[in-house]
């Protein structure tokens, strides 16, 4: 009786040892905000442009993006010490044990809350929590950077398929042009998505990860603007965009394209990658417009 006291106990310590040091429900929710600070715009935005259930989406998405960020920063707090010191870890708002346990304490509430929409949004949130240990705890995140490319877009998608289906009138299916959509976003992603690894290249050479960046140097650069023009001639022709709408997302990619090229601080890095997730969502929002 006195082992199963002992264990319940040693169970328990991390909770009640969060909610000593974080002493206030407001402090709780700035800390879990932090977390997900630098994925607010570039991952809930573009993936709720647009749909009428907004508050649903974009909660849903950001407890997604929480579950994720908190095991990405569980990994190398060391990493964000150098150049993200606003983090929640490398700021002492919180223990690295801590944060382990809130990592995967969030897990079944993501299930939870993705059924109360459907079975097919429960494989959307489990696709991400598989994806998130695949690319933390598995590594895939200091791997080639093909496989780290992969591992992200179908996050990205599995982001975007599981914020489809809580937007939609129905939860169990997506229709013709929600697929095509989700199809395009992850071929873009999956040929663009290190545009999010330039503003990062002093971290992730300290800790031996290989990006696109690292790898290639400054030829890296051309890596951002010529797919994301193909893209936008492609997506423009796809979607049937009026002539000045598919202008204006061409003129938009090659905008983000030569601020990569130009780019040469984080800063203007982290300006750029903002400007990639504007043009992320145009050709969607043009399209709208043009219907």
């Given amino acids: 009786?006195?082992?199963?006291?002992?264990?319940?106990?040693?169970?328990?310590?991390?909770?009640?040892?969060?909610?000593?040091?974080?002493?206030?429900?407001?402090?709780?929710?700035?800390?879990?905000?932090?977390?997900?600070?630098?994925?607010?715009?570039?991952?809930?935005?573009?993936?709720?442009?647009?749909?009428?259930?907004?508050?649903?989406?974009?909660?849903?998405?950001?407890?997604?993006?929480?579950?994720?960020?908190?095991?990405?920063?569980?990994?190398?707090?060391?990493?964000?010490?150098?150049?993200?010191?606003?983090?929640?870890?490398?700021?002492?708002?919180?223990?690295?044990?801590?944060?382990?346990?809130?990592?995967?304490?969030?897990?079944?509430?993501?299930?939870?809350?993705?059924?109360?929409?459907?079975?097919?949004?429960?494989?959307?949130?489990?696709?991400?929590?598989?994806?998130?240990?695949?690319y933390n705890e598995l590594t895939a995140h200091r791997r080639h950077w093909v496989i780290r490319n992969v591992v992200n877009a179908l996050g990205f998608t599995s982001f975007e398929v599981g914020a489809t289906l809580v937007a939609s009138a129905d939860p169990t299916r997506l229709d013709g042009i929600a697929l095509w959509s989700v199809l395009a976003s992850t071929g873009i992603f999956a040929t663009t998505i290190h545009t999010q690894d330039f503003k990062d290249v002093d971290g992730d050479r300290a800790i031996g990860?290989?990006?696109?960046?690292?790898?290639?140097?400054?030829?890296?650069?051309?890596?951002?603007?010529?797919?994301?023009?193909?893209?936008?001639?492609?997506?423009?022709?796809?979607?049937?965009?009026?002539v000045v709408a598919g202008a204006a997302v061409t003129v938009l990619a090659v905008h983000v394209g030569v601020l990569y090229l130009n780019g040469k601080t984080i800063h203007e890095y982290q300006v750029a990658f903002y400007w990639y997730n504007v043009r992320a969502v145009s050709p969607l929002l043009f399209r709208d417009a043009s219907d």
């Fill in 1 to 134: 009786m006195a082992s199963t006291s002992t264990s319940s106990s040693s169970f328990f310590t991390p909770l009640g040892t969060a909610l000593r040091t974080l002493r206030s429900v407001p402090y709780f929710l700035y800390t879990l905000l932090l977390f997900t600070k630098s994925d607010l715009k570039t991952t809930v935005g573009p993936v709720v442009t647009g749909p009428l259930r907004i508050p649903h989406v974009v909660f849903w998405v950001w407890l997604h993006v929480l579950q994720f960020d908190l095991a990405n920063q569980c990994m190398d707090p060391e990493e964000d010490a150098q150049n993200k010191r606003d983090r929640p870890l490398p700021a002492k708002r919180i223990t690295l044990a801590q944060a382990r346990f809130l990592r995967w304490a969030i897990v079944p509430v993501c299930l939870r809350l993705s059924a109360l929409y459907s079975v097919q949004t429960v494989y959307a949130s489990a696709a991400l929590i598989f994806l998130t240990l695949l």
């Fill in 209 to 242: 990860r290989q990006t696109i960046p690292i790898v290639f140097g400054s030829a890296a650069r051309w890596t951002v603007i010529v797919p994301l023009v193909l893209w936008s001639v492609g997506l423009s022709v796809f979607w049937g965009l009026s």
